[in-house]
């Protein structure tokens, strides 16, 4: 959930039109589970991933779930990590990202993205590619509007490893389509799915240790 340059928020939603470009890249017959790692069951990331047939793991800060604060070797049990991160830890959650070996993608601006010694040794010492859009994406600033108001002023990529067919992809997007889905509040809680995990009747919950 990117931050906006200037602003005091660090969370802001993706539009449905931002998420369909990386759908055409998720196989089906390897990538069954995704995991959102920052994302709420309010995320239009979980809500279009679950009704293109996915299943989908949704855990959130708030809900007391940290992406830092699962150990390496006991994470949700997935195939692919996709959201939108926090733009002011994004190199050190890609840098994690790295470390666990995992498909991923994560939309982030493209503002400073290689601008520090240790990103660019980060992107130098590991594969990645890179999902290009043709337009700036703009974001939901909160649950209430039904379009999305805050535009950066720079463009957004997807960062992925281990997803796109070749290191650096171009899409078209179109903000006049893909509105199907809305940012209104769902009933379903994260309570229900921890309290599955814990009582193991859920598998898309279960833990695994992640092949180094």
């Known amino acids: 959930m990117d931050k906006v340059a200037g602003s005091q928020n660090d969370e802001h ?3 449905e039109y931002a998420i369909r470009p990386i759908m055409k890249y998720l196989d089906k017959d390897k990538i069954k589970t995704i995991w959102c790692p920052f994302d709420t069951e309010d995320s239009l990331f979980v809500k279009i991933f679950r009704n293109e ?3 989908v793991i949704a855990t959130h800060i708030e809900n007391n779930q940290d992406f830092f604060g699962y150990p390496i070797g006991n994470l949700p049990l997935c195939d692919a990590i996709i959201s939108n991160p926090p733009y002011s830890l994004k190199g050190k959650i890609l840098e994690r990202l790295f470390l666990i070996g995992k498909p991923f993608a994560m939309l ?3 503002v400073g993205l290689f601008e520090s010694k240790y990103r660019f040794e980060m992107f130098r010492d590991n594969f990645f590619e890179i999902l290009y859009m043709d337009k700036r994406i703009a ?3 909160d649950f209430k509007e039904q ?3 805050v ?3 720079f463009s957004s990529v997807y960062v992925c ?3 796109l067919p070749k290191q650096i992809c171009f899409e078209k997007i179109d903000k006049k389509k893909g509105n199907n889905f809305t940012l209104l509040r769902n009933p379903a809680t994260q309570e229900s799915l921890i309290n599955a995990s814990q009582n193991n009747r859920n598998p898309l919950t279960k833990l695994e240790s992640v092949k180094s």
């Open 147 to 149: 379009k999305p108001s």
């Open 53 to 55: 047939g996915f299943e």
């Open 108 to 110: 982030v601006g493209v």
């Open 13 to 15: 939603y993706t539009p």
């Open 151 to 153: 535009n950066p002023p």
């Open 139 to 141: 974001y939901f600033k």
């Open 161 to 163: 490893s281990q997803l």
